[in-house]
């Protein structure tokens, strides 16, 4: 049974849509949502599923390599 997960992903400010353009373009992999805009970073809720949680992992560590700032917190409750 699939089940819906909740990440809280932290962006540097300057590289915020480039991560959002990435994760959603992967057809289904993530949704993000609740954006919390700071002057250096933004947090934002990364909703995925069980399917998906691998593919979203090799996605973020291909992200993290590119963007060193980029942190992935959850599944959150």
């Known amino acids: ?3 819906d997960l909740l990440y809280r992903l932290k962006v540097p400010s300057k590289d915020v849509w480039f991560v959002q353009n990435t994760l959603e ?9 609740k954006a919390q805009v700071g002057k250096d970073f933004c947090i934002m809720e990364v909703i995925t599923n069980t399917d998906f949680d691998e ?3 090799k996605v ?18």
């Open 60 to 77: 973020f560590s291909a992200l993290k390599e590119e963007i060193g700032d980029l942190c992935l917190d959850g599944p959150c409750s």
């Open 25 to 33: 373009n992967f057809d289904g992999l993530a949704l993000l949502t």
């Open 55 to 57: 593919l979203l992992f």
């Open 1 to 3: 049974m699939v089940e």
